[in-house]
């Protein structure tokens, strides 16, 4: 059965939506070292919890994509 692929301007779209996450995620999972308000920093793990389950979302959309590279198993060396 044939997969549909997304259409250029989606997977260009989607890449940026991907890169800006990814960006959103180190930022968040940085700032953590800065916050000393422990319900701020709750809500900062939280966001990097999901980010990471959206960032994987993304990538699963993003293997549709008409052109085909090597996608990254995580988005940056931080998360881990």
Same mark, same amino acid.
């Given at each position: 059965? $044939?997969?549909?692929?997304? =259409?250029?301007?989606? %997977? ?6 991907? $890169? ?7 930022? %968040? ?7 000393? !308000? ?8 939280? !966001?990097?919890?999901? %980010?990471?389950?959206?960032? =994987? ?16 198993? %995580? ?6």
């Amino acid at each position: 059965m $044939n997969t549909p692929t997304l =259409a250029l301007h989606e %997977s260009m779209e989607l890449h940026e939506a991907l $890169n800006f996450k990814t960006l959103c995620l180190a930022k %968040s999972k940085l700032m953590q070292g800065l916050v000393f !308000d422990q319900e701020l920093k709750a809500l900062m793990q939280k !966001d990097v919890f999901q %980010s990471t389950q959206q960032i =994987a979302e993304l990538q699963a959309i993003y293997a549709r994509a008409p052109f085909q590279g090597p996608v990254p198993n %995580s988005p940056t060396p931080i998360t881990h």
